[in-house]
């Protein structure tokens, strides 16, 4: 009667690839030892297996056992759900850059939602001007004291031109 010999299962892929003989024994890391095969001594002098990973090519086939309360938990949705606020926080802000007919460049860090408007009057408090006295573009286009990055879908290092609103001719 001939033996059978199960094939060798390594991190779920078949290394056998007869299915049967000699070769069954082998494979790529080592002869397969089940992890009950294995012992170790623990601290009382009582045998006790060894883990699956500290036995060459073993895998573990135990059946699922039901968490040890002592044992950490693997991460939950609850604490993925806690990194999204810091990843919404990071992609709530953006740098514009204020450029004005001078060539003078001054970077913001500002929220997508913050109107704009205390982004003029910052920036012509900083170039000693009254904010109605420039006018502010993105794309061309006029900003307005309540428009917000988020509605002009501005983009990380827009540049705002500023030029000096001028009356007469």
């Given at each position: 009667m001939a033996e059978y010999h199960a094939p060798a299962v390594t991190d779920g892929v078949d290394t056998n690839d007869s299915g049967a003989g000699a070769d069954a024994e082998k494979s790529p890391s080592g002869p397969a030892v089940p992890p009950h095969a294995a012992m170790q001594e623990d601290a009382l002098g009582r045998e006790a297996p060894l883990p699956p990973q500290a036995v060459p090519g073993a895998t573990d086939q135990r059946p699922p056992t039901a968490p040890d309360a002592t044992a950490q938990a693997p991460p939950t949705e609850p604490d993925a759900s806690a990194q999204a606020p810091e990843t919404a926080a990071v992609n709530?802000?953006?740098?514009?850059?204020?450029?004005?007919?001078?060539?003078?460049?001054?970077?913001?860090?500002?929220?997508?939602?913050?109107?704009?408007?205390k982004l003029k009057s910052v920036f012509a408090e900083k170039v000693g001007k009254n904010a109605k006295d420039l006018r502010f573009l993105y794309d061309g286009v006029r900003i307005m004291d309540d428009q917000t990055a988020e509605m002009l879908d501005m983009e990380e290092?827009?540049?705002?031109?500023?030029?000096?609103?001028?009356i007469g001719g």
């Open positions: 709530d802000r953006l740098h514009v850059v204020v450029k004005d007919q001078h060539d003078l460049l001054i970077t913001f860090h500002i929220r997508r939602t913050m109107p704009l408007g290092d827009d540049v705002i031109e500023v030029h000096t609103e001028q």
